[in-house]
């Protein structure tokens, strides 16, 4: 096993990431909330990781064949509406599983499946055991999740093909491991055209020297592989991303003592809520095409306005003047149904001024 990956699984026997970091304004949705509450009392303090990244229409009832692929440190799970999802393993031994995967299989329902990918096959066994009790307290008959014991930086080893998956959720995966770009390269060939990247990550503002890498409370604590952000922009290019867009940006604190210690003066943390849609037309700047795109108010649980960003919130019936980009996002994608796009591709009328074209840099 790799060297990193070990260090970062002995330190977990200890500590889990909310022992290290503390971040700002992260609360499950309604709905996570609500499938959470389901389960028996000794099974919900199992927060490793701290993000929730659900983006709307997984549940069940989606008019799209929803598949996705969602990923977290230790446990990677492939969840579909037949569904592919991933998620971080739990030190909890009465719940093994994550809680971005428990309630990602509520979403989907009992007619949906969620292949757990896991690279311990000793975890496998233990989440095999309890994944029965979660189904009951969900009311399902039997369990929706099948576990398989590989890495997410190879899917193809779960039998995921090219062009297969609508929807990758990722909770503090990429951030976690060494390989980011075979990571993101993985995620941009499972997905369809028109697929959706979505995930929530810790970003740093500089890139770390090898020593400050080194240390154990670095290492251990999950902050020696986070990427700095500006890298994270060059790797997604590289996947196959042009353009993406951020959902929200969440202060963090380094608060144990150690990790805060060995990262220096200067080195600063930032989560992130992050969206990217595999698609042909996006470049790698927002161009103007006279293009409006208008939302019908019909995703669940989205009633008065979408956020496609954090600089597009679509209200309901009123007609947005979006670039070329964030059209393709919402017309190209499970979302279509619920957009009405006026105007094409025919007249270039330039860049579309401040839309996506300049990533933000996490201030030091």
Same mark, same amino acid.
């Given at each position: 096993?790799?060297?990193?990956?070990?260090?970062?699984?002995?330190?977990?026997?200890?500590?889990?990431?909310?022992?290290?970091?503390?971040?700002?304004g992260l609360e499950p949705s309604a709905e996570a909330a609500e499938a959470l509450a389901l389960l028996p009392e000794d099974m919900r303090e199992n927060k490793m990781l701290p993000g929730y990244p659900l983006p709307p229409m997984v549940e069940e009832h989606s008019p799209a064949d929803v598949k /996705?692929? %969602? +990923? @977290? $440190?230790?446990? !990677?799970?492939?969840?579909?509406?037949?569904? =592919?999802?991933?998620? #971080?393993?739990?030190?909890?031994?009465?719940?093994?599983?994550?809680?971005?995967?428990?309630?990602?299989?509520?979403?989907?329902?009992?007619?949906?499946?969620?292949?757990?990918?896991?690279?311990?096959?000793?975890?496998?066994?233990?989440?095999?055991?309890?994944?029965?009790?979660?189904?009951?307290?969900?009311?399902?008959?039997?369990?929706?999740?099948?576990?398989?014991?590989?890495?997410?930086?190879?899917?193809?080893?779960?039998?995921?093909?090219?062009?297969?998956?609508?929807?990758?959720?990722?909770?503090?995966?990429?951030?976690?491991?060494?390989?980011?770009?075979?990571?993101?390269?993985?995620?941009?060939?499972?997905?369809?055209?028109?697929?959706?990247?979505?995930?929530?990550?810790?970003?740093?503002?500089?890139?770390?020297?090898?020593?400050?890498?080194?240390?154990? /409370?670095? %290492? +251990? @604590? $999950?902050?020696? !592989?986070?990427?700095?952000?500006?890298?994270? =922009?060059?790797?997604? #290019?590289?996947?196959?991303?042009?353009?993406?867009?951020?959902?929200?940006?969440?202060?963090?604190?380094?608060?144990?003592?150690?990790?805060?210690?060995?990262?220096?003066?200067?080195?600063?943390?930032?989560?992130?809520?992050?969206?990217?849609?595999?698609?042909?037309?996006?470049?790698?700047?927002?161009?103007?095409?006279?293009?409006?795109?208008?939302?019908?108010?019909?995703?669940?649980?989205?009633?008065?306005?979408?956020?496609?960003?954090?600089?597009?919130?679509f209200f309901t019936d009123e007609p947005m003047s979006v670039c070329s980009n964030s059209c393709s996002m919402v017309a190209d994608t499970r979302y279509g149904a619920h957009f009405k796009v006026d105007g094409n591709l025919r007249h270039?009328?330039?860049?579309?001024?401040?839309?996506?074209?300049?990533?933000?840099?996490?201030?030091?």
């Amino acid at each position: 096993m790799n060297e990193i990956m070990q260090t970062i699984r002995d330190y977990y026997e200890e500590k889990k990431l909310g022992d290290i970091i503390s971040i700002e304004g992260l609360e499950p949705s309604a709905e996570a909330a609500e499938a959470l509450a389901l389960l028996p009392e000794d099974m919900r303090e199992n927060k490793m990781l701290p993000g929730y990244p659900l983006p709307p229409m997984v549940e069940e009832h989606s008019p799209a064949d929803v598949k /996705a692929v %969602a +990923g @977290g $440190l230790g446990r !990677e799970y492939v969840l579909q509406v037949e569904g =592919r999802v991933v998620e #971080r393993s739990s030190k909890n031994p009465k719940m093994p599983t994550g809680d971005i995967e428990v309630v990602a299989s509520k979403l989907v329902g009992e007619s949906g499946k969620i292949i757990a990918i896991e690279g311990c096959a000793r975890d496998v066994g233990k989440a095999n055991e309890a994944k029965e009790q979660i189904a009951q307290a969900f009311g399902f008959a039997k369990s929706n999740v099948h576990f398989v014991n590989t890495t997410i930086e190879d899917l193809s080893a779960a039998g995921i093909a090219d062009g297969s998956v609508d929807v990758v959720i990722a909770n503090c995966a990429v951030s976690h491991s060494p390989f980011k770009l075979k990571v993101l390269s993985e995620v941009y060939r499972v997905l369809k055209e028109g697929g959706e990247f979505y995930e929530f990550d810790v970003f740093c503002n500089r890139r770390l020297d090898p020593e400050q890498k080194a240390d154990p /409370a670095i %290492a +251990g @604590g $999950l902050l020696a !592989e986070t990427g700095y952000d500006q890298d994270f =922009r060059r790797t997604m #290019r590289k996947a196959g991303w042009e353009n993406f867009r951020h959902m929200s940006f969440h202060a963090v604190e380094v608060t144990d003592e150690a990790a805060a210690k060995a990262k220096g003066e200067g080195t600063t943390y930032e989560g992130r809520y992050v969206r990217a849609v595999k698609s042909r037309v996006i470049e790698d700047l927002c161009e103007q095409y006279g293009q409006y795109a208008t939302y019908d108010g019909k995703i669940a649980g989205c009633p008065d306005y979408f956020d496609l960003d954090d600089h597009h919130r679509f209200f309901t019936d009123e007609p947005m003047s979006v670039c070329s980009n964030s059209c393709s996002m919402v017309a190209d994608t499970r979302y279509g149904a619920h957009f009405k796009v006026d105007g094409n591709l025919r007249h270039h009328y330039g860049a579309f001024g401040k839309c996506g074209n300049v990533e933000r840099i996490v201030e030091g």
